[in-house]
């Protein structure tokens, strides 16, 4: 099992420009996360989805958009990249929060640099 | 709302001494989870160890053990017999039963040979 997949690892973008972070996961969680790490702050929520099909704004999600149209992947979308959105992004899973076991999962991160 | 504090940005130990790293949270529920990540230079978060606020035992993991004083609203962790290994940044988080994490501003532990 891979777990819990990133693509791409790394990015550069110029300002402006658009991109899609994709997040896919085998383990057949019901919830996802997308957050951001930057120095100092720990990491923060963006959105994050509970099912296929839905979607949530989390701590700040302004300039991102995401979709869960398959159970399995969570995409985070940057229309228009600003040199604010610099950071580490990082998805997550976790089971079911209403489950006995409660733990979230996460990816190995996406280095996102915008010029 | 809920919130995560970590004092300490930075701490060290020496190889095979022994470390505590403190976080305390603010929450007015009664029934929610507290966590340690650990994330070592190749960014990958891990899962140190975990406790139900419901359970008064303090959960411990191998050299990893907590100290939860839920009337404080405090959770450190203390690692045993340090290893090279250890060297991280270290998140505490709290989650409620619904379904969002809150973290830490994370703590920076070195390992001193």
């Known amino acids: 099992n891979a777990g819990v997949t990133q693509t791409p690892k790394f990015r550069v973008l110029k300002t402006g420009q658009s991109m899609t972070l994709l997040c896919a996961q085998d383990?057949?969680?019901?919830?996802m996360y997308w957050y951001r790490q930057d120095p100092g702050m720990g990491l923060r929520l963006i959105h994050y989805?509970?099912?296929?099909?839905?979607?949530a704004k989390g701590e700040v999600p302004d300039g991102y958009n995401v979709s869960r149209l398959k159970k399995q992947n969570f995409l985070l979308g940057l229309e228009s990249a600003a040199p604010s959105q610099t950071s580490v992004y990082f998805c997550a899973t976790e089971k079911n929060p209403q489950s006995s076991y409660n733990e979230q999962f996460f990816g190995p991160g996406t280095r996102l640099t915008v010029l | 709302a809920q919130t995560v504090t970590q004092s300490q940005p930075e701490m060290s130990v020496q190889e095979a001494e022994t470390v505590t790293l403190s976080c305390t949270y603010d929450?007015?529920?009664?029934?929610?989870?507290l966590f340690w990540y650990k994330q070592p230079p190749s960014r990958q978060m891990i899962l140190v160890i975990r406790?139900?606020?419901?359970?008064?035992q303090n959960a411990t993991e191998n050299r990893f053990s907590v100290n939860f004083q839920k009337a404080a609203k405090s959770f450190s962790l203390k690692i045993s017999d340090s290893q090279l290994g250890d060297a991280a940044m270290y998140f505490c988080?709290?989650?409620?039963?619904?379904?969002?994490?809150?973290f830490g501003t994370g703590t920076s532990l070195t390992v001193i040979p």
């Open positions: 929450t007015s529920e009664s029934d929610y989870y």
């Open positions: 383990m057949n969680h019901e919830y």
């Open positions: 989805s509970v099912g296929e099909g839905t979607t």
């Open positions: 988080a709290f989650s409620n039963t619904g379904n969002q994490f809150y």
């Open positions: 406790q139900e606020a419901y359970k008064q």
